[in-house]
Nanobody
C-alpha cells in the first residue's frame, strides 16, 4: 500500500520560514512534487523533483516561489522536503505531497496534477501579515 504523509505545516508570520516533510512508503517514486490549494482556488503545482540524478533539470518551480522555495529528497528514506523561506500571505494554503512512478525516469519534471497518481492528505500552512 502506497502512503504519503506530510508534516511540518503551521502558522508563521510573513517573512518567516517553514520546512515541510513528506514521508512515503510502499513504492519507489520517479518524481515527487508539492502542490497547494488555497480556499476557493484550484490546486497548483509548487515544486517538483525527479529522483534520477543522471540528467540535468531535475527540479522546477512555480514562478512565484522561485528563489524562496527549495525542494529536496532523501532517497534512502523515501522522503521529500520543501524548504519555504520569505513566506508571504499568498503562500497560505493546504500543501500536498505527490509522487509518480509511471513516467520516464529520465524525463522532464512536471507540475501538472494529472501526472501524479499518489497523494498525501495535506498539511496546512498559514502565513499572517
Amino acid at each position: 500500500q502506497v502512503r504519503l504523509v506530510e508534516s511540518g505545516g503551521g502558522s508563521v508570520q510573513a517573512g518567516g520560514s517553514l520546512r515541510l516533510s513528506c514521508s512515503t512508503s510502499g513504492t519507489t517514486a520517479r518524481y515527487y512534487a508539492w502542490f497547494r490549494q488555497a480556499p476557493g482556488k484550484e490546486r497548483e503545482g509548487v515544486a517538483t523533483i525527479r529522483t534520477s540524478t543522471d540528467a540535468a533539470g531535475r527540479e522546477i518551480y512555480k514562478d512565484s516561489v522561485k528563489g524562496r522555495f527549495t525542494v529536496s529528497q532523501d532517497n534512502a528514506k523515501n522522503n521529500v522536503y520543501l524548504q519555504m523561506d520569505s513566506l508571504n500571505h499568498e503562500d497560505s494554503a493546504i500543501y500536498y505531497c505527490a509522487l509518480d512512478r509511471r513516467r520516464n525516469c529520465f524525463g522532464s519534471p512536471s507540475l501538472r496534477y494529472y501526472d501524479y497518481n499518489y497523494w498525501g492528505r495535506g498539511t496546512q500552512v498559514t502565513v499572517s501579515s
